[in-house]
């Protein structure tokens, strides 16, 4: 099919091909599925040990009060890091930003949060060449092209890194340490409409950064680029080009992220709910979560592939209904006939 043929994106067709391509790909939400069970039972076994019945011996008072104080405040301190991950907003940088302006995290929980960074991103070049392939690719082939963009990734997080140092420790505090208190203090400004306004100038940078990065890796993987310089530039010029259809295709995104976030705390287990209840919610909302996630690189390679399917190198593979492999066999069979005849009239 010539290439001016294509049809270009629309955004919601971009939304639904992101969801359809990743329920396509079954063995990557299983493997994310695995990882993060396995990486969230050290923080399970924290979270039992501190939540475990006081001392029988204990009669309350104000050193109980305390000490549920701190204990409330331990809890929050536990899952506050893989909140940002959860909620899908800024991705795992700004949970490294957080980190940067407190203490060290207890290991039980750093570890797993360091892990699950460096593991998403060592996959997410094997996840995006999956999905722009939109095809079931070999496990050799996709751990080939996660350790090839591995190392393009680094680079691009270390571009990345400075951007979200700019944006939580310096515009963040300004914002909400040194100019909330001092305008509600001093001009009587209503506190909740002064945060909605400081929301919206710090997400907006929070939301181009965010995007630019998001299209430089899909540029770097789907154009096989090298440089991330280049991937940036290019994900600007792209995006500068259409930012109200990208703007749709990433609030329809975090629409759906936060849906599954909602229906989360409306079937969060109770302290009644039994075991096997508890676990089997737990999964489904860690299977939505994941869903949700590769749906939004999905439909965002989507969105570019649509967009600039004229150029062949970046446009998804049409779908071709393999022959049987008896056909294949005599295919090759009469190739290795043409090529013997070949050579022998060259001979002659």
């Avoid at 929980?109 to 070049?125: E, I």
């Avoid at 995006?239 to 936060?258: D, Q, T």
Wanted: glycine letters at 6%.
């Amino acid at each position: 099919m010539p290439p001016a043929s294509r049809p270009r994106a629309t955004v919601i067709g971009a939304f639904v091909e992101g969801w359809r391509r990743v329920l396509r790909a079954p063995a990557i939400t299983a493997s994310l599925l695995t990882a993060a069970l396995a990486l969230g039972l050290p923080m399970g076994v924290t979270l039992r040990s501190i939540l475990e019945p006081p001392d029988i011996n204990d009669t309350g008072g104000p050193a109980a009060a305390e000490s549920a104080t701190d204990l409330l405040e331990r809890v929050r301190g536990l899952v506050r890091p893989f909140m940002h991950e959860l909620i899908g907003f800024g991705g795992t940088l700004t949970t490294s930003a957080d980190w940067l302006e407190r203490e060290a995290r207890e290991p039980t929980v750093a570890t797993p949060a360091v892990t699950y960074v460096a593991l998403w991103l060592f996959l997410s070049g094997g996840i995006l060449d999956r999905f722009a392939r939109a095809r079931p690719i070999r496990t050799a082939a996709f751990f080939a092209a996660c350790g090839v963009y591995f190392v393009r990734f680094l680079r691009l997080a270390v571009l990345a890194s400075l951007a979200y140092y700019i944006l939580f420790l310096w515009i963040y505090p300004l914002l909400y340490v040194h100019l909330f208190p001092h305008l509600t203090a001093s001009l009587a400004v209503n506190p909740n409409l002064l945060r909605a306004v400081f929301g919206v100038v710090f997400g907006l940078p929070l939301f181009l950064v965010s995007v630019v990065i998001d299209f430089a890796k899909v540029r770097a993987v789907v154009e096989d680029r090298h440089s991330m310089i280049g991937a940036l530039a290019a994900s600007i010029r792209f995006i500068r080009r259409r930012p109200l259809r990208v703007l749709a295709l990433y609030v329809l995104n975090v629409l759906a992220l936060l849906l599954v976030f909602r229906l989360w705390l409306q079937a969060m287990p109770g302290a009644d709910t039994s075991a096997w209840s508890a676990l089997f919610v737990t999964l489904l909302f860690l299977l939505a979560r994941i869903w949700s996630r590769l749906a939004f690189m999905a439909s965002e390679v989507a969105f570019f592939q649509g967009e600039l399917a004229h150029r062949d190198y970046t446009a998804a593979p049409m779908p071709i209904w393999p022959d049987a492999p008896e056909v294949e066999a005599l295919e090759n069979l009469e190739g290795q006939r043409a090529e013997g005849r070949g050579q022998r009239s060259g001979m002659s």
